[in-house]
């Protein structure tokens, strides 16, 4: 085997990444390295890329990207099965998540481990240990207790290699949202995850699946992904309208989800205007911290009356110093709501935001 691999080097917005080459780390007896054969540049590389929040790089650079698929190069010597107990081997190709809930938190041991506030790190530099820390590399190092599967010949490489970020969080997502057999769902944004999001809710069993987006070139993709309705903004350009021909597709309800996979949050308060009262609001898009949202000024379809107030459920992945943390996931500040942290495309997912009418029974607000 090789002594070094390469790794593309990322020193901040609108500067080149820098090709560079770094030795192979010694494996740890529970770590496997992987030879990475395709990563893909997820939305949220985007934000990255661009500067879309403020990101504290180390001097020595940062590797990123996430969504990768690739094959074992070598196994610690205490890992001889994937995370279903089938046999292991160096060669074998495999798909594998990339974040590292803790475990031992309070969170995760409430059977919360996307939303562990210890599973988002700062950014680290090449020069740290185990050096290859992203996806746009040579190698990724899958680290202590990462979950990794073996993947059959006859999936391609395109197939598995959004399966740990894209994939999985609509997966999760929908299913968190309470997204049901039969229900109704809006799909704000038809980028990888919309796309993906209108498939697993149609597998779902949802009877309306709405995808909103600007460009027809996607839109044309959601349907053949399943979408059974498509809104294009640049076509029906009052939101007024939009929102009517949710309702029109849902009975006159709204939908039960709706759900941004934009990234900006000034689509949010649209997306909440077409849920039916009591429905779910989905946050996974919008990850640059300090990103804000509006609350909409009129809820009333959403939570009627003084005395049945909204349940703003959050998910949260946050801790207090995070003026060093490049990325905070979903961050949201909604007035008269605390500070949404964040979490992210979690393993396996973001968590979300819900605004849901509690009903008579309704609990009282809470954190999740
Ligand atoms: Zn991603
Ligand atoms: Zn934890």
């Known amino acids: 085997m090789a002594s070094t691999g390469r790794a593309a080097v990322f020193f901040g917005p609108g500067k080149p990444f820098e090709i560079r080459e770094l030795p192979l780390p010694e494996i740890e007896p529970d770590a496997v390295l992987i030879k990475v054969s395709l990563a893909n540049v997820c939305g949220s590389d985007l934000h990255f890329w661009r500067g879309d929040a403020p990101l504290r790089l180390p001097e020595d650079g940062w590797i990123f990207g996430h969504e990768m698929t690739g094959r074992v190069a070598k196994l610690g010597r205490n890992v001889k099965t ?4 089938r046999p292991l081997r160096e060669g074998d190709r495999v798909a594998y998540t990339y ?3 803790c475990g031992r938190c309070y969170v995760c041991l409430n059977k919360q481990p996307a939303a562990c506030p210890a599973k988002i790190e700062r950014p680290r530099g090449p020069s740290e240990f ?3 820390h992203g996806a746009f590399a040579e190698y990724y190092y899958l680290r202590p207790g990462g979950a990794l599967f073996a993947v059959p010949d006859a999936l391609s490489d395109e197939l598995v290699s959004p399966v740990n970020c894209a994939l999985s969080q609509v997966i999760f997502g929908l299913r968190e949202a309470g997204l049901a057999f039969g229900g109704s769902v809006v799909i704000q944004g038809a980028g990888g995850l919309g796309v993906q999001a209108a498939a697993v809710a149609k597998d779902m069993g949802a ?3 709405i995808v909103v987006d600007q460009l027809s070139g996607r ?3 959601a349907t053949a992904f399943g979408a059974d309705h ?3 903004v640049k076509e029906v350009t009052e939101r007024k309208e939009r929102v009517a021909l949710v309702r029109k597709w849902t009975g006159g309800m709204g939908a039960d989800v709706a759900c941004d996979f934009v990234g900006f949050p000034q689509v949010i308060p649209e997306g909440i205007e077409m849920l039916r009262p009591g429905g779910t609001y989905l946050e996974i898009g919008t990850i640059s911290r300090g990103a804000k949202v509006e609350r909409p000024a009129d809820l009333s379809h959403v939570s009627p009356g003084q005395d049945q107030p909204s349940l703003l459920r959050l998910g949260v992945a946050q801790r207090g110093d995070d003026e060093d943390q490049p990325r905070r996931p979903g961050a949201l500040t909604a007035p008269r709501a605390p500070a949404i942290g964040c979490a ?3 393993r396996p997912v973001r968590p979300q935001v819900r605004m849901r009418h509690p009903g008579r029974a309704g609990s009282a607000p809470r954190c999740s």
Do not use: H, K, M, T
């Open 82 to 85: 994937d995370s279903l107990g």
């Open 99 to 101: 974040f590292y809930p």
């Open 130 to 132: 185990p050096y290859f």
């Open 207 to 209: 009877a309306s699946v």
């Open 219 to 221: 839109l044309e993709l």
């Open 230 to 232: 498509v809104i294009n």
């Open 344 to 346: 992210d495309w979690a």
